[in-house]
């Protein structure tokens, strides 16, 4: 009898039948499951103004709080809420919200203008609109939006946190074929279209994707991309919390502050861009420079035989013949680094792996969900985005 593949998705197979009766679970089924496993593990982490963190109870806590509130003002399965800010837990709490009360999340960017705001409004008629303290003044003052709740606290009454029912509700939740997001993408054709994804479309493509991709969860995920994006939405934050992981919300590429976040949120798993990473690269490229030329040739023999070793033996020698270096930059505690959103340089992929920072590439499109292809970690190509 043929042995059963095993999958990284084997152990929803303990909560099927109680936490959920479909092939995959909804995303409030998922965190559900999740908050079962490790309600005392941090979940949402930011660090300015003041450092915060909430454990995974301690989110399911806000979540549903502000879902009763949310179904108490006349939100029902399929109404459209709309938020737009800068990485933070109260954007995520206002995602898991809107799904727990079986709406449909929009995602908005907030880089976008002020009147290509309006217009995406407009296009997706949210009967609830979640904006940053920036914003805030300004949409609440327009009528045809929806009603107009803030992201900061510095608006306490209208505030995220401050959002409370009356009495207790039975709340219809979502299946798994139900629309979960409308995202916003301009793709190719420079004017934004709405993507349709249920949830069946991310959890499926969540868990597929750690076929190729080992996570646990003592990870630390990096929210450093716009997390309104379809990339980091599924590959950080609802990849994140499908293991129990914790998320450090970063809002800011100023390199200072990120090497800061970095550091103090003892990151293991960074999600980025080819620019950001060639960025840090060239940062720590400058640093081994400086000193001097014979240091300088003797780390680059080092980081060929770092090199020629994994692909010889599948393991990486880099992360301790680098530590020192890898520390000066912050990212000592880096696990994976995975790459998007554009081709990077072969020569920056093999830089990295070289220093012992097992990185790989992907590829996605919104209409995917985003996930299409990815290097799986043992068996990377440097000029493929897959296994071969």
Same mark, same amino acid.
């Given at each position: 009898?043929?042995?059963?593949?095993?999958?990284?998705?084997?152990?929803?197979?303990?909560?099927?039948?109680?936490?959920?009766?479909?092939?995959?679970?909804?995303?409030?089924?998922?965190?559900?499951?999740?908050?079962?496993?490790?309600?005392?593990?941090?979940?949402?982490?930011?660090?300015?103004?003041?450092?915060?963190?909430?454990?995974?109870?301690?989110?399911?806590?806000?979540?549903?709080?502000?879902?009763?509130?949310?179904?108490?003002?006349?939100?029902?399965?399929?109404?459209?809420?709309?938020?737009?800010?800068?990485?933070?837990?109260?954007?995520?709490? /206002? %995602?898991?919200?809107?799904?727990?009360?079986?709406?449909?999340? &929009?995602?908005?960017?907030? #880089?976008?203008?002020? +009147?290509? !705001?309006?217009?995406?409004?407009?296009?997706?008629?949210?009967?609830?609109?979640?904006?940053?303290?920036?914003?805030?003044?300004?949409?609440?003052?327009?009528?045809?939006?929806?009603? /107009? %709740?803030?992201?900061?606290?510095?608006?306490?009454?209208?505030? &995220?946190?401050?959002?409370? #029912?009356?009495?207790? +509700?039975? !709340?219809?939740?979502?299946?798994?074929?139900?629309?979960?997001?409308?995202?916003?993408?301009?793709?190719?054709?420079?004017?934004?279209?709405?993507?349709?994804?249920?949830?069946?479309?991310?959890?499926?493509?969540?868990?597929?994707?750690?076929?190729?991709?080992?996570?646990?969860?003592?990870?630390?995920?990096?929210?450093?991309?716009?997390?309104?994006?379809?990339?980091?939405?599924?590959?950080?934050?609802?990849?994140?919390?499908?293991?129990?992981?914790?998320?450090?919300?970063?809002?800011?590429?100023?390199?200072?502050?990120?090497?800061?976040?970095?550091?103090?949120?003892?990151?293991?798993?960074?999600?980025?861009?080819?620019?950001?990473?060639?960025?840090?690269?060239?940062?720590?490229?400058?640093?081994?420079?400086?000193?001097?030329?014979?240091?300088y040739g003797a780390i680059k023999v080092l980081?060929?035989?770092?090199?020629?070793?994994?692909?010889?033996?599948?393991?990486?020698?880099?992360?301790?013949?680098?530590?020192?270096?890898?520390?000066?930059?912050?990212?000592?505690?880096?696990?994976i680094a995975i790459s998007g959103g554009g081709?990077?340089?072969?020569?920056?992929?093999?830089?990295?792996?070289?220093?012992?920072?097992?990185?790989?590439?992907?590829?996605?499109l919104t209409e995917t969900s985003p996930i299409?292809?990815?290097?799986?970690?043992?068996?990377?190509?440097?000029?493929?985005?897959?296994?071969?």
């Amino acid at each position: 009898m043929k042995k059963k593949t095993q999958t990284p998705w084997d152990f929803l197979d303990a909560w099927r039948g109680t936490m959920f009766t479909g092939e995959w679970p909804t995303l409030p089924e998922m965190f559900k499951i999740s908050v079962d496993r490790f309600a005392e593990r941090p979940c949402f982490t930011v660090f300015e103004p003041d450092r915060v963190t909430l454990t995974y109870g301690e989110t399911l806590e806000k979540v549903e709080t502000l879902a009763a509130w949310m179904y108490e003002q006349g939100i029902r399965k399929g109404d459209h809420i709309a938020f737009s800010g800068k990485n933070s837990p109260e954007w995520a709490v /206002v %995602f898991l919200a809107t799904l727990f009360a079986g709406a449909i999340v &929009v995602p908005i960017d907030y #880089a976008l203008h002020d +009147h290509e !705001i309006d217009n995406l409004l407009k296009a997706a008629e949210p009967k609830m609109f979640f904006v940053d303290d920036e914003r805030y003044e300004l949409f609440s003052a327009k009528k045809k939006i929806g009603k /107009v %709740f803030s992201l900061s606290p510095k608006h306490e009454k209208k505030y &995220v946190y401050s959002l409370r #029912a009356k009495k207790e +509700h039975k !709340i219809i939740p979502p299946e798994e074929n139900d629309v979960a997001a409308i995202m916003f993408t301009s793709g190719t054709t420079g004017t934004p279209k709405g993507v349709v994804l249920t949830h069946r479309n991310f959890v499926s493509d969540c868990y597929i994707a750690q076929s190729n991709l080992s996570i646990y969860e003592t990870d630390v995920f990096y929210a450093l991309l716009p997390i309104h994006h379809s990339y980091t939405m599924q590959a950080v934050l609802i990849e994140g919390l499908s293991v129990c992981a914790e998320i450090v919300f970063g809002k800011s590429l100023a390199i200072s502050r990120m090497m800061r976040e970095l550091r103090d949120g003892k990151i293991t798993m960074l999600l980025g861009v080819p620019l950001l990473f060639n960025k840090l690269l060239a940062g720590i490229l400058r640093g081994i420079r400086e000193k001097g030329i014979l240091v300088y040739g003797a780390i680059k023999v080092l980081m060929g035989f770092s090199y020629l070793t994994k692909k010889l033996t599948g393991k990486n020698p880099g992360k301790k013949i680098f530590h020192s270096i890898l520390d000066k930059a912050s990212i000592s505690t880096l696990r994976i680094a995975i790459s998007g959103g554009g081709p990077l340089a072969p020569s920056v992929f093999r830089m990295y792996n070289e220093l012992g920072i097992d990185f790989i590439q992907g590829y996605g499109l919104t209409e995917t969900s985003p996930i299409i292809a990815l290097n799986p970690k043992d068996h990377f190509k440097v000029k493929s985005v897959g296994r071969y």
